[in-house]
């Protein structure tokens, strides 16, 4: 197979509204990426600041559509971002120093970019969950638009966010020449939300059983910001994840643990603020990403050690997890494989 690489187009802000980008619909896409360029002015607050990645907000919603039904891909952009510098060790290009802080802002160019990824991260073989786009009868890009103000934490008091332009930009690698008869598993993401109301040790969440888990990564946020408090770590508390089908675990991890761990596992680097004294002085100091959890399930690339749920009745996430805001949740990103239907001859 070749590969074509090819910029397919772009898509104009609307606030809260949905866009659409018909994809070609010739060859086997590897992955899509994305680039946002935009243009904002800010009043100033008295607290708050930017959420983070921002201004990924602005891209509140990304689905990958297949056949007017099919859901491939399902996130958004913000977490997108995070997700691709685990899976593939380095952070997305983002600029967007100029935002920090809470004070007023014009004309402040940023700009943000993120990867739909088909093709398998850290497999052996990548290519065997290409999106083999030649049989669709359609193939949409939708994209819900959010607003100024939703680039910017829940606690952030000032007037308005305005958005003067934004533009995101689409292009793509795809493999030319899939052998006739090729069949590829489906790279399925979405997400799933839960409510912490109160701090409990069996927070449970039932995950959905029937076909492969990649992977599941959890992301812990309170009024707007991602914390590492709903699943706190320290010398007094050593919260948990488990993931379990009736009485069989699977994982059972103390969430701080894990987190470190990820770290070094998915070459995270997570490098501190320019002007702070960690930064310049990094024996000191080398930090985590602030409420991510990643569950692994395939350890050496081979796709065989996915997590098979199609004999499952069940399969749930048991959190011990605090309550430390207002306004506290737990979102869910597993990556599921779907094995192609057995063709009867």
């Not at 243009?39 to 100033?44: K, N, P, S």
């Not at 050593?238 to 089908?245: F, M, R, V």
Request: aromatic letters at 8%; proline letters at 4%.
């Amino acid at each position: 197979m070749k590969i074509l690489e090819r910029e397919i187009g772009s898509i104009a802000f609307a606030a809260n509204q949905t866009r659409t980008l018909q994809l070609p619909r010739n060859y086997a896409y590897r992955n899509l990426f994305l680039l946002l360029i935009c243009q904002l002015d800010r009043a100033a607050g008295t607290v708050g600041g930017p959420k983070d990645s921002a201004p990924a907000q602005l891209v509140k919603n990304i689905v990958i559509r297949a056949n007017g039904r099919d859901v491939i891909k399902n996130y958004d952009m913000e977490t997108l971002h995070r997700l691709n510098q685990i899976r593939h060790g380095t952070r997305p290009y983002i600029y967007a120093e100029d935002w920090s802080g809470f004070g007023v802002k014009t004309d402040s160019i940023l700009k943000v970019s993120a990867q739909i990824d088909f093709e398998m991260w850290r497999a052996i073989r990548p290519i065997d969950t290409l999106l083999d786009s030649a049989g669709l009868a359609t193939l949409e890009l939708i994209v819900t638009w959010g607003a100024g103000l939703d680039t910017m934490n829940d606690t952030f008091d000032g007037a308005s966010v305005t958005v003067d332009e934004a533009t995101l930009y689409v292009a793509s690698v795809e493999s030319v020449g899939v052998p006739p008869g090729t069949i590829f598993m489906a790279n399925k993401e979405y997400m799933m939300r839960s409510q912490v109301s109160a701090a409990s040790n069996k927070h449970q969440i039932s995950l959905p059983v029937a076909n492969l888990y990649r992977s599941i990564v959890l992301k812990t946020h309170s009024d707007g910001d991602q914390v590492d408090t709903i699943l706190p770590f320290s010398a007094a508390n050593q919260n948990t994840i488990q993931i379990q089908a009736g009485t069989e675990v699977f994982k059972y991890r103390i969430a701080g643990s894990l987190q470190a761990q990820n770290r070094l596992e998915f070459m995270m680097e997570v490098p501190e603020q320019t002007a702070s004294a960690a930064a310049i002085n990094h024996r000191l100091q080398e930090l985590l990403l602030e409420g991510y959890y990643v569950l692994e399930f395939v350890k050496d690339g081979r796709l065989t050690e996915c997590l098979d749920t199609s004999r499952l009745s069940s399969l749930d996430l048991i959190l011990d997890v605090a309550h430390p805001g207002t306004d506290d949740f737990i979102d869910i990103y597993p990556v599921e494989l779907i094995r192609p239907a057995v063709q009867v001859q």
